[in-house]
């Protein structure tokens, strides 16, 4: 199959002709018909996640058809139209044995535990648990953009955030899933802020829900921005980007008994802000991890794209070659996009 190879942590991957996947007795291939390109995927390229083994094949928001099942696999057959959760559970755990799968002891997670979807092919393991089948009218595209960045606003905004109708949520980072947290939280009801650098972003999170936007680069204090639009502070704020300074202001911006929940991911030295435990404390503010989201919850969120309360299709910037995927990869922060960017041709 044809696969994108970086065989160096921060080199330039290149197109490659490697071996075929073959499912284990519990999963399946998938046959990509569309993989987003992530930040994620990005920060897996140099070198900040420890799991990932050289040379990789990156790639983790993915949709297809089932190739090939394993032996074991109950639930699937060649021809299913499906997508995956980015972290896949084992089944055998403590945490799978919750619904916990997103924090899954012995988790899979395609393009970082194990090759990725930047090929034409990609096993899946686990099937049975960790595949969600499409809809026939839900474009392959679509289904891909939801693997990361969708999914994981869905979870965080609903699960975890719990935002209900007319409560303000502050988002901090309008990338792809800074953005599909503005669309996900103003479907419940709420009142988004979007903050970002980027005009360009701010006009798209104006037209997927938000009520106000914060330029950052012309705004001298975020924090006051914020409480001074929401009268005392957001209910629920949302660090989607993942530095020090958009962290902390997610914090600062709450009311008292404010939920901070950090969907963007801290790496290096990023990885350690300085909360104001102050703050935390004396207003008992919680602070909230959100990490992907389980097969098994994936079925609301269908349900709502399906009846349009939500429309993922919005965030999609641009659809990409395979071998166009290498640039965008390696150029993913040089770069400011305003939406998803997808591979969809895989020749």
């Known amino acids: 199959m044809k696969a994108v190879v970086y065989e160096r942590f921060g080199e330039a991957p290149t197109l490659q002709t490697v071996p075929d996947p073959t499912p284990e007795n519990h999963g399946v291939v998938v046959k990509v018909e569309a993989s987003g390109v992530c930040r994620s995927d990005f920060s897996g390229w140099k070198g900040h996640d420890p799991v990932i083994e050289l040379p990789h094949v990156p790639g983790h928001e993915l949709s297809g058809v089932v190739e090939a099942t394993g032996r074991d696999v109950k639930q699937w057959q060649r021809g299913d139209r499906v997508t995956v959760p980015f972290v896949g559970g084992c089944g055998a755990c403590a945490q799978c044995h919750t619904g916990n799968q997103q924090v899954c002891d012995n988790q899979f997670q395609p ?79 709420a009142r988004p802020i979007a903050i970002d650098i980027s005009a ?119 659809e990409l070659t395979l071998q166009a995927s290498i640039d965008a990869l390696a150029g993913f922060d040089k770069h400011k996009r305003s939406g998803i960017s997808v591979i969809t041709d895989f020749s």
């Open 111 to 189: 393009g970082f535990t194990h090759w990725g979807s930047f090929a034409q092919y990609v096993e899946v393991q686990h099937a049975d648990l960790n595949l969600v089948g499409l809809p026939d009218n839900m474009d392959f595209a679509t289904a891909a953009s939801l693997g990361c960045r969708f999914v994981t606003s869905f979870r965080a905004v609903v699960d975890q955030g719990r935002v209900g109708p007319g409560q303000w949520i502050a988002v901090h980072g309008c990338g792809g899933v800074g953005l599909s947290a503005i669309m996900i939280a103003r479907a419940m009801g």
């Open 200 to 318: 360009a972003s701010l006009e798209l999170a104006s037209a997927v829900g938000a009520e106000h936007t914060i330029n950052a680069s012309d705004t001298a204090d975020i924090v006051a921005a914020v409480k001074s639009l929401t009268d005392g502070g957001a209910d629920v704020s949302i660090d989607a980007l993942g530095i020090e300074s958009t962290c902390i202001n997610s914090v600062r911006n709450l009311k008292k008994r404010g939920r901070h929940i950090q969907l963007g991911w801290m790496l290096g030295d990023q990885s350690t802000p300085p909360i104001p435990m102050d703050l935390v404390m004396g207003h008992e503010l919680e602070i909230i991890g959100s990490h992907g989201m389980q097969a098994h919850r994936y079925g609301t969120m269908i349900e709502m794209i399906q009846n349009g309360q939500l429309s993922p299709d919005k965030l999609i910037f641009e």
